[in-house]
């Protein structure tokens, strides 16, 4: 079964770039949108964004003007850059599998990134 | 975007009873309702899609239900293992958005 496993550093800088993997393991990337969510300390999820195995992405507004999301699928994986971050961005970030009706049948464990100087 | 609510926040309960949460839309989306669990440290879990069809391989004590802006999931019969937080999302448009959660508790 399709596993997902979140990668990247636990600690940026204010202002700098936060960049993340989500390496796919046990099935392919096609055919399928892939979702980026995070959680910030005692705060809700809140939905990054996708991009589904074409290339095509749809980001939260909220979030648009900073945010990257690709995919490699010769490696089987999917990236997030998240530009000029603040403490704001300090959370769990997720990666997700989703279908066609976008229900997430598969998470990873998250990654915690922090953002402090 | 569609703000999704949830009631209660948390609740405590016994292993054998039966559990309700509660989770409601700002506006319709129809039956395009999905509900997670989430422990600790561990990759949150699919448990219904589409409001009330059971995610494979979870047990059948997990059922949704309701359409437009009010669902339900219930547990028939609370287990150990279920004690952990459950939230549900909308996808019936983007920005996906998530409900707060409801902590369940071992009372």
């Known amino acids: 079964q399709v596993q997902l496993q979140e990668s990247g550093p636990g600690l940026v800088k204010p202002s700098e770039t936060l960049s993340l993997t989500c390496s796919v393991s046990?099935?392919?990337?096609?055919?399928?949108?892939w979702s980026w969510i995070r959680q910030p300390p005692g705060k809700g999820l809140e939905w990054i964004g996708y991009?589904?195995?074409?290339?095509?992405?749809n980001y939260n507004p909220s979030l648009k003007s900073r945010v990257t999301i690709s995919v490699d699928t010769s490696k089987n994986q999917v990236s997030l850059k998240v530009s000029s971050v603040t403490a704001a961005d300090t959370a769990v970030y997720y990666c997700?599998?989703?279908?066609?009706?976008?229900?997430?049948?598969?998470w990873g464990k998250g990654t915690t990134v922090t953002v402090s100087s | 975007d569609i703000q999704m609510t949830q009631s209660p926040s948390s609740l405590s309960a016994s292993v054998g009873d039966r559990v309700a949460i509660t989770c409601r839309a700002s506006?319709?989306?129809?039956?395009?309702l999905n509900w997670y669990q989430h422990k600790p440290g561990k990759a949150p879990k699919l448990l219904i899609y589409?409001?009330?069809s059971l995610q494979s391989g979870v047990p059948s004590r997990f059922s949704g239900s309701g359409s437009g802006t009010d669902f339900t999931l219930t547990i028939s019969s609370l287990q150990p293992e279920d004690f952990a937080a459950y939230f549900c999302?909308?996808?019936?448009?983007?920005?996906?958005?998530f409900g707060p959660g409801t902590t369940v508790d071992i009372k």
């Open positions: 997700a599998k989703a279908g066609d009706y976008y229900y997430m049948d598969v």
């Open positions: 046990g099935g392919s990337i096609s055919s399928y949108y």
């Open positions: 991009i589904y195995s074409s290339g095509t992405t």
């Open positions: 506006q319709s989306i129809s039956t395009y």
């Open positions: 589409a409001a009330s």
């Open positions: 999302q909308q996808s019936y448009s983007t920005p996906f958005t």
